[in-house]
């Protein structure tokens, strides 16, 4: 039996600074797999606030690949491309692979996370995994606007 590594979709607060963005993995598949059977995608986690915020920037600009958010509602993740997790490097927010040591598929539909829902399901996006450099610009304008808002 498959055997999934859960992430707590709340830690991050460990992030470190800003690192510069050279060495992303690009493209929208991801080109690696924890087996041959088994999907390998990293996720990048942020406070559902901003993460809602940078989904709408995504979809109304670049596109935004599958989102999940966790059972209480407090972050959000987005799937990006395996390899995402060497480099990110974005100050509020954590990424790590999603499976490690899966022996199988998850069942169509499954988000692949435990615990966790889909927001935007891989069904009703174009993208299979949003671009980590588009991400990235994304959580950094909602951080922005954030701060705007709350400073009225």
Known sequence: MAQRRRFPLLDTDSSRTTAAAP???????????????????????????QGLEAADILRLRDG?????????????????????????????????PTWVGATRRPCPGEPPVAGARWLVPPERTHLRATEPARLRAALGEARRLLQAADGL
Do not use: Q
């Open 23 to 49: 060495g992303w993995p690009t493209g929208n598949w991801p080109t690696g797999t924890g087996t041959d059977h088994a999907p390998a995608w990293d996720l990048v986690t942020v406070p559902a606030r």
């Open 64 to 96: 935004v690949g599958p989102v999940l958010y966790d059972g209480s509602g407090a972050t959000l993740g987005f799937l990006v491309p395996p390899g995402t997790a060497d480099v990110w490097d974005v100050p509020g927010s954590a990424c790590a």
